[in-house]
């Protein structure tokens, strides 16, 4: 298996709903990242975490809550988020966290409303 | 820090006609340079990256560390080369290179 899957495709949820965002890999790389997208712009880092431990939080507001509950799987937590939070979510992941080449996913299509 | 321009937020050639898409990088370490490239409904995808020298589809760059550029050739565009295409730059071999910086975007159309 050599993609970054991701689930669901689409989420609409409201702002008092609580949500998460799925990814997985069996590459047996040891990075795995968030991203998020919004419409004609590059992707923005989010959170990284390199063997299974957050190396990187891009100050992201707490409303966002990632997880990564073993090597292959990561997750992204959401809770009371607003309406300007609609947007791609991209995973990726990589070998390691030195510079090598990210494998990203199809993403999640989110809508608050 | 580290930044990524792409000057071209559009670019149209015409099918046939030689295409570059430029980027210029700033950063103090050791960079490693990508282009990823992501046509409509799919998923971000890489095109090729420095260090492995490859040519994809017809595509070629070359770092060039005196001016800070990677720009992306090719000597014959074809239709299905529309697509947005993206430079990335992340710090080879440090604990930074996680943090992998795009550029804007360059959206480049071919026309028949």
């Known amino acids: 298996d050599t993609e970054v899957t991701q689930t669901p495709k689409h989420l609409v949820m409201g702002m008092t709903n609580k949500k998460s965002l799925k990814c997985e890999q069996h590459m047996g790389h040891r990075a795995m990242y968030w991203y998020k997208q919004k419409a004609k712009k590059p992707p923005e880092l989010m959170f990284v975490?390199?063997?299974?431990?957050?190396?990187i939080n891009e100050s992201v507001p707490s409303r966002f809550s990632p997880e990564c509950p073993n090597s292959s799987l990561l997750n992204l937590h959401l809770h009371a988020l607003q309406p300007e939070d609609s947007a791609l979510y991209l995973c990726a992941s990589s070998q390691t966290d030195r510079g090598d080449t990210q494998y990203f996913g199809p993403g999640t299509r989110l809508t608050v409303l | 820090a580290q930044r990524v321009t792409q000057p071209e937020k559009l670019l149209s050639v015409f099918k046939g006609a030689p295409v570059e898409l430029k980027c210029n990088y700033s950063y103090s370490g050791s960079p490693e340079l990508f282009w990823y490239v992501q046509y409509s409904r799919q998923r971000l995808q890489l095109l090729l990256r420095?260090?492995s020298r490859e040519s994809i589809k017809g595509f070629t760059a070359d770092l060039n560390k005196g001016e800070t550029s990677f720009h992306l050739k090719k000597p014959f565009a074809q239709e299905e080369d529309s697509a947005m295409y993206y430079c990335?730059?992340?710090?080879?071999?440090?604990?930074?290179?996680?943090?992998?910086?795009f550029g804007e975007g360059t959206q480049l159309t071919v026309n028949p």
């Open positions: 420095h260090i």
């Open positions: 975490y390199s063997y299974e431990k957050l190396s």
């Open positions: 990335a730059l992340s710090g080879l071999g440090e604990t930074s290179g996680s943090r992998l910086t």
